[in-house]
Structures are given as structure tokens and as C-alpha cells.
Antibody, heavy 121, light 108 residues
Framework: QVQLQESGPGLVKPSETLSLTCSVSGASVSSGSHYWIWIRQPPGQGLEWIGETYNSGSTKYNPSLKSRISVSVDTSKNHFSLTLSSVTAADTAVYYC?????????????WGQGTLVTISS | EIVLTQSPGILSLSPGERATLSCRAS???????LGWFQQRPGQAPRLLIY???SRASGIPDRFSGSGSGTDFTLTISRLEPEDFAVYYC?????????FGQGTKLEIK
């Protein structure tokens, strides 16, 4: 069973950089068949896809965030990370890490429980 | 950029009824690369349907997806109490992925 767990600061000051980590168990972040994804949800609002890494290093980012974000994997720790620079109050959200892959012809999708990050001085 | 528009915004139905949720794309979604997610209050979303019509693992068969091109539908054949939640569609065919704004399915 694949399990994901987000970790990082719950409070970040405006203009600083947000860094989150997603610890993975039951799968390897070095797998070329998995997508490692970040999604966020501002309080009371809908889902926003942030970006993903896949195929051992390829990335795809939301163009509205592209200049500020980076998604990467750390194979030595079996986790993947999100960094978001120059944050503002609009970046306050629950951040989810997700993995998606195909197994035996079926797409499987696993989510972390989410972590609330508040941007405030 | 593909924009997904879900309708209705709120759907009020009773347990046992049939629910039909719509997701319309601003341009054609290639390879039917569209999924549906359910989010219950206080929980992470979960994948219900992928590739427009394939049920994810462990999803009851009362959930079904259909459509192609720009028009997609999620149908719940007979509503159970646990089905009242928010539903999102997501496309993953383009250079980046997008979500619809969501449909809230509430108890009438």
C-alpha cells in the first residue's frame, strides 16, 4: 500500500520561500512509471494543480506559478519536494502531495492527508 | 489552456435518486484524459474515474463516467448517504493539468 505524508512549516512569512516535503512509503520515487504531484486548495475553495515530476526528472508546472516553483525528488530519502518562492497571502492553502501510476492496466492515485500552510507576518 | 466548467454548481437530491454531473472543456480533451474526484468534508480528494470512463480501484459500480471531446458526465445511479460531497473533474492531456470549479452534491 502506497502512503504519502506531507511535512513542512505551517506558517511562512510573506516574500519568503515555502518548502514542503512528501515522504513516500510503499513505492520508490526513482520509479520511472510514477508521477509525483503537488496540488493545493485555498480555504473554502477548489483544487489547483501546482506541478509534477515524472520519468526520472521531467517536470510540468502550472504556468501561473511556473516562475516561482520547483518540484524535485530525493532518491536517497525516498521523498519529493515542492519549493514556492516569494509567497503571498494568496498562497495560503492546504497542500497535498499525490502520486499517480498505472498498475496491471489500472490507474492508481494516492494522496497525502494534506498540510495547511498559512502565509502571514 | 483548457478551461473546465462544471455544472450545476450545487445539486440537491435525495438518497436513492440518480445524479448527473457535467464537465465541459473549452477545447477538446485528447485521448479522453479526464478524471473525476470526490472530496468529502475534511478529507483529501479521491479518484473515482480516469480516462473519462474507467472506474478507479475500489470504486462502487454506481459511479460511472462517460463522454469525449469537450463534454463529459459523471453519473451516480442511486445515491447513498456517503455520496453527498464535492466532485471535481480534471483534465491531464495538455501541457499542464486543470481542475473544474467543482459541483457540490447536497442532500435535499
Amino acid at each position: 500500500q502506497v502512503q504519502l505524508q506531507e511535512s513542512g512549516p505551517g506558517l511562512v512569512k510573506p516574500s519568503e520561500t515555502l518548502s514542503l516535503t512528501c515522504s513516500v512509503s510503499g513505492a520508490s520515487v526513482s520509479s520511472g512509471s510514477h508521477y509525483w504531484i503537488w496540488i493545493r486548495q485555498p480555504p473554502g475553495q477548489g483544487l489547483e494543480w501546482i506541478g509534477e515530476t515524472y520519468n526520472s526528472g521531467s517536470t510540468k508546472y502550472n504556468p501561473s506559478l511556473k516562475s516561482r516553483i520547483s518540484v524535485s525528488v530525493d532518491t536517497s530519502k525516498n521523498h519529493f519536494s515542492l519549493t514556492l518562492s516569494s509567497v503571498t497571502a494568496a498562497d495560503t492553502a492546504v497542500y497535498y502531495c499525490v502520486t499517480s501510476f498505472e498498475s496491471h492496466g489500472v490507474t492508481r492515485n494516492y494522496w497525502g492527508q494534506g498540510t495547511l500552510v498559512t502565509i502571514s507576518s | 489552456e483548457i478551461v473546465l466548467t462544471q455544472s450545476p454548481g450545487i445539486l440537491s437530491l435525495s438518497p436513492g435518486e440518480r445524479a448527473t454531473l457535467s464537465c465541459r472543456a473549452s477545447q477538446s480533451v485528447t485521448y479522453n484524459s479526464l478524471g473525476w474526484f470526490q472530496q468529502r468534508p475534511g478529507q483529501a480528494p479521491r479518484l473515482l474515474i480516469y480516462a473519462a470512463s474507467s472506474r478507479a480501484s475500489g470504486i462502487p459500480d454506481r459511479f460511472s463516467g462517460s463522454g469525449s471531446g469537450t463534454d463529459f458526465t459523471l453519473t451516480i445511479s442511486r445515491l447513498e448517504p456517503e455520496d453527498f460531497a464535492v466532485y471535481y473533474c480534471q483534465e491531464y492531456s495538455s501541457s499542464w493539468n486543470t481542475f473544474g470549479q467543482g459541483t457540490k452534491l447536497e442532500i435535499k
